[in-house]
């Protein structure tokens, strides 16, 4: 099962697309992760989008592109699982195009799209409050998920960070490029596939057996 996954910053879509994927055994492949591990090491592409991540804007569609073509052409990931849900990508239109040439090339097809709905003001407070396990990406809320320990992942016992562009004065740019750039999508991806919207106010387990119900898991 081959998968995308909508939703403003904040909305919970990363959350919501590893559940997925850990139900659905299939890969979870999310460019802001793909994007911040390449910052991590220092790569060539990782120097490049560093300062834009930061600042909230989007990284150009022609990296992010390889990026994610590398990772979704990964034929020994590809023998393991069986279908991948993309989360972060696409992001604009042209992305959206460029991704249908890449499945047309490897012979493979969405067959469906979850969207995240959520109020645009209950995101800053969601963001803001979120962190991020530095080692195993694991996502906690201060408030309404907060880990056992302050400050360490409960998963793997990482460092929880709160990313550059969780800061509040960017998350007001983040929801302005997603309303412009990424919305467009959905239009067009209601008249191409199958789209569930799910209401992303819910709390993370009622959300995600919202889901797991619209796509038969
Ligand atoms: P995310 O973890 O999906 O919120 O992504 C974090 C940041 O990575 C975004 O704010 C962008 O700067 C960058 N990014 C992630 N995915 C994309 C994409 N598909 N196109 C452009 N920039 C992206």
């Known amino acids: 099962m081959n998968l995308v996954i909508l939703g403003a910053p904040g909305s919970g879509k990363g959350t919501q697309a590893a559940r997925i994927a850990e139900r659905?055994?299939?890969?979870?492949?999310?460019?802001?992760?793909?994007?911040?591990?390449?910052?991590?090491?220092?790569?060539?592409?990782?120097?490049?989008?560093?300062?834009?991540?930061?600042?909230?804007?989007?990284?150009?569609?022609?990296?992010?592109?390889?990026?994610?073509?590398?990772?979704?052409?990964?034929?020994?990931?590809?023998?393991?699982?069986?279908?991948?849900?993309?989360?972060?990508?696409?992001?604009?239109?042209?992305?959206?195009?460029?991704?249908?040439?890449?499945?047309?090339?490897?012979g493979e097809k969405i067959d469906g799209v979850v969207c995240i709905e959520i109020d645009p003001e209950a995101v800053v407070n969601r963001l803001s409050n979120r962190r991020t396990c530095a080692s195993c990406k694991a996502v906690y809320h201060l408030v309404s998920n907060p880990p056992a320990v302050e400050g360490e992942c409960d998963a793997c016992g990482g460092k929880l960070v709160l990313r550059d562009d969780d800061k509040p004065e960017t998350i007001r740019k983040r929801l302005e490029i997603y309303k412009k750039e990424t919305l467009p999508i959905l239009a067009l991806y209601e008249k191409?596939?199958?789209?569930?919207?799910?209401?992303?106010?819910?709390?993370?387990?009622e959300v995600m057996s919202k889901i797991s119900g619209l796509i038969g898991l």
């Open 192 to 205: 191409r596939y199958r789209v569930y919207r799910v209401d992303g106010s819910k709390p993370i387990d």
């Open 24 to 106: 659905a055994r299939i890969r979870h492949i999310s460019t802001g992760d793909l994007l911040r591990d390449a910052v991590a090491k220092g790569t060539d592409i990782g120097k490049r989008a560093a300062g834009i991540m930061a600042a909230g804007r989007l990284v150009p569609d022609e990296i992010v592109l390889e990026l994610l073509r590398n990772k979704l052409m990964n034929d020994e990931e590809r023998s393991r699982f069986g279908g991948w849900i993309l989360d972060g990508f696409p992001r604009t239109l042209a992305q959206a195009e460029a991704l249908e040439g890449v499945l047309d090339g490897a």
